[in-house]
C-alpha cells in the first residue's frame, strides 16, 4: 500500500517557467489537499479537493492551479515559477466514503526552488 | 490567517522528562489533530480528538481540548531522544470536517 506519493521529490526551476506537481492516493480518499511550508510558517493550505472534479481556494491560492481530473490524482500547477514560490510542498488526503473525523495522510512532499 | 497557534515554539528537555505543547484556536471546529514531523520529512498522525471529547490517550500521548478556551494541549510522558520533531495541531472545520488548518508548529528537542 503506497499511501500518498508525490512526484517529483525534487526541482529547481527558473522563474517564469511552468510546472506540475503530481500527489496520487490509493486509499480511496475523498478529500486531497496541497500545502506548503516555509520556515517559521508551518503549513499553508494552498487549494484542496472535497472530491473528484471539484477544487477549492485555501489560504494561499495565487499563483496556483489545481485539478482533480480522477480521484486518486491530485495536481497543482504553477504556470509561471516566481521566487517566492520556492517552498517545500506537501500533498494529503482524508475522508473515506461514509466517514467523518479521520486522519490525514501525507507524502513525503516536494523540494522546489526557484531561481 | 492560520487557524491554529502552537506554544512554545521550541521546546528542549532532558530524556525522561514530559513535554507539554499548548495549542489555541480561532473558531469553531469538528475536531483537532495533532501530527508530527521529522526533519525533512512528511507528516504522521498522532491523534485526535473530536469536538465533543475533553481528553484522549494513546500510549505516551495525552490530548486535552477546552472548547470554552479554544484550546488544547499534548502530553508527552517520559520522552525520548527519538521524540524529537516537530508537533503541529490541526483543526478540521466546515460541514465535512474538510477544511484542515495547520498551525506554526513546536519544535521539540529532547536531549539523551
Known amino acids: 500500500n503506497a499511501g500518498v506519493t508525490q512526484t517529483p521529490k525534487f526541482r529547481v526551476l527558473k522563474t517564469g517557467q511552468s510546472m506540475t506537481l503530481l500527489c496520487a492516493q490509493d486509499m480511496n480518499h475523498e478529500y486531497m489537499y496541497w500545502y506548503r511550508q516555509d520556515p517559521g510558517m508551518g503549513l499553508r493550505l494552498i487549494h484542496y479537493s472535497v472530491g473528484e472534479g471539484t477544487t477549492a481556494k485555501g489560504e494561499v491560492p495565487d499563483g496556483y492551479n489545481v485539478s482533480r481530473l480522477k480521484k486518486q490524482n491530485f495536481l497543482l500547477g504553477l504556470e509561471s515559477a516566481a521566487p517566492s514560490q520556492t517552498s517545500v510542498y506537501f500533498c494529503?488526503?482524508?475522508?473515506?466514503?461514509?466517514?467523518?473525523?479521520?486522519?490525514?495522510?501525507f507524502g513525503q512532499g516536494t523540494r522546489l526552488t526557484v531561481v | 490567517s492560520q487557524q491554529g497557534e502552537e506554544d512554545p515554539q521550541a521546546l528542549s528537555i532532558q530524556e525522561g522528562e514530559n513535554a507539554t505543547m499548548n495549542c489555541s484556536y480561532k473558531?469553531?471546529?469538528?475536531?483537532l489533530q495533532w501530527y508530527r514531523q521529522n526533519s525533512g520529512r512528511g507528516l504522521v498522525h498522532l491523534i485526535l480528538i473530536r469536538s465533543n471529547e475533553r481528553e484522549k490517550h494513546s500510549g505516551r500521548l495525552r490530548v486535552t481540548l477546552d472548547t470554552s478556551k479554544k484550546s488544547s494541549s499534548l502530553l508527552i510522558t517520559a520522552s525520548r531522544a527519538a521524540d524529537t520533531a516537530s508537533y503541529f495541531c490541526a483543526t478540521a472545520s466546515g460541514a465535512g470536517s474538510y477544511q484542515l488548518t495547520f498551525g506554526k508548529g513546536t519544535k521539540l528537542s529532547v536531549i539523551p
Open positions: 494529503a488526503s482524508s475522508i473515506p466514503r461514509g466517514r467523518r473525523n479521520t486522519e490525514a495522510f
Open positions: 473558531t469553531s471546529i469538528n475536531n
